[in-house]
Structures are given as structure tokens and as C-alpha cells.
T-cell receptor, first 118, second 116 residues
Framework: GAVVSQHPSWVICKSGTSVKIECRSL??????MFWYRQFPKQSLMLMAT?????????EQGVEKDKFLINHASLTLSTLTVTSAHPEDSSFYIC??????????????FGPGTRLTVL | QKEVEQNSGPLSVPEGAIASLNCTYS??????FFWYRQYSGKSPELIMF????GDKEDGRFTAQLNKASQYVSLLIRDSQPSDSATYLC????????????????FGTGTKLQVIP
């Protein structure tokens, strides 16, 4: 149980283009999903929290107009990197929350999407 | 001060030994604590969570929590080369019971190397 998928697993794009990444909870409904970014040899940095049916909550320093998040259903959240630039190249990972683990709301991670912007 | 601190390592242990990974956190209001394992190029995998003081055991893994000292650790018994990975400590600050916003903060991870 608690399987999270991401698509695509990797993507290479030209500078200035937009890239959409999908995150799906396959066997449970996730009211909350999280988007992280991880640069090489660094830890996960939370970008935003996505709640189904409402606007995402972005962390300080994350441009909401650049990283568009849509959480249209209980099993799908999307992250669109608009006008991508080489500095946006990173490992993007989503996670979905599974409430109900006795005071420990755990997060299960998707396999990640490696974005390379040329 | 970082919210969640870990020694980056690498921590090298011989195969079969006990690996001890440590983590300290700054927010006394933290309620839940997690250990994730991350292999290179992969996303984190949840190993254990703990929210009460004391020890919690699951197979070869034991999580230890000391809220008074704001310290959480992970012990891996009978370490195997396949355990070689980066271990991320994560802390839930402000859980559902507090009515607050659920946010998990990650440490930078400790790289573990198990030597055959």
C-alpha cells in the first residue's frame, strides 16, 4: 500500500520551455501532497504543499508563478515548471500524506523526476 | 541553528556491525520523527517513524527518541552492504492534533557505507 508514482521519470528540455510533472497516489486518496526539490548532495527542500481543491502553499523563496501546482483530484497533483532555465535542473520529488498512522502522518515519496534544462 | 541536524558522514562500518545514526532537532514542539533511506539517484524510502520516548524496533532497525535531549537515533544491526545509502532524519513540526499545519523538515542526511 501507499504507492506514489511520478511521470515522467526524467525529462530534458530547452531553456524557456515549460515542463509538467505528474504525481499520483495509486492506492489511496491523498488530500495533501508535497513537492520537493533536491540538488546534488543536498537534502530535500520543500517547495510547496498542495491540498486538493485549494491553492497550494509555497515555501518562502519559491516563486509561485514559476512553479505552478494543481491538485485537481485526491489522487493527482501536477507541478509545472514554467520558462525553465538551467538553474531549474534538479531532482523533483513529490510525496503524498497518509493520515491515520496514530499521530504520525507519514509521507510516502514518488520515485522522482530528473529535470535537465539545456 | 538548523531545525534538523545530522552529521553528513560518511559513516563507515564493517559488514555485520551495528551502525548508529544520530539526529538532533531544535523545535521542542516536534511530535513525530521519521527515518528515511535514500539510495543515490532515488527518492527517499520510509524506514521507521517514532513519536514516543524510548525505543521502537522493526527487524534490524531500532529508532530511539529522547525528547528531553531533542535527540533521535537509528540503529542498524547486522549491517549489510545493501544498507549503504544516505539516511535522512525528518521531523514533523505541528501535527494534526495541534490543529496546525503539518510540515516535515528534513536533515541533510548521513551517508552510510557498509564495508564488506
Amino acid at each position: 500500500g501507499a504507492v506514489v508514482s511520478q511521470h515522467p521519470s526524467w525529462v530534458i528540455c530547452k531553456s524557456g520551455t515549460s515542463v509538467k510533472i505528474e504525481c499520483r497516489s495509486l492506492d489511496f486518496q491523498a488530500t495533501t501532497m508535497f513537492w520537493y526539490r533536491q540538488f546534488p548532495k543536498q537534502s530535500l527542500m520543500l517547495m510547496a504543499t498542495s491540498n486538493e481543491g485549494s491553492k497550494a502553499t509555497y515555501e518562502q523563496g519559491v516563486e509561485k508563478d514559476k512553479f505552478l501546482i494543481n491538485h485537481a483530484s485526491l489522487t493527482l497533483s501536477t507541478l509545472t515548471v514554467t520558462s525553465a532555465h538551467p538553474e531549474d535542473s534538479s531532482f523533483y520529488i513529490c510525496s503524498a500524506e497518509t493520515p491515520g498512522h496514530r499521530r504520525a502522518d507519514t509521507q510516502y515519496f514518488g520515485p522522482g523526476t530528473r529535470l535537465t534544462v539545456l | 541553528q538548523k531545525e534538523v541536524e545530522q552529521n553528513s558522514g560518511p559513516l563507515s562500518v564493517p559488514e555485520g556491525a551495528i551502525a548508529s545514526l544520530n539526529c538532533t532537532y531544535s523545535d521542542r514542539g516536534s511530535q513525530s520523527f521519521f527515518w528515511y533511506r535514500q539510495y543515490s539517484g532515488k527518492s527517499p524510502e520510509l524506514i521507521m517513524f517514532i513519536y514516543s520516548n524510548g525505543d521502537k524496533e522493526d527487524g534490524r532497525f531500532t529508532a530511539q527518541l529522547n525528547k528531553a535531549s531533542q535527540y533521535v537515533s537509528l540503529l542498524i544491526r547486522d549491517s549489510q552492504p545493501s544498507d549503504s545509502a544516505t539516511y535522512l532524519c525528518a521531523v514533523n513540526i505541528g501535527g494534526r492534533e495541534s490543529g496546525g499545519y503539518q510540515k516535515v523538515t528534513f536533515g541533510t542526511g548521513t551517508k552510510l557505507q557498509v564495508i564488506p
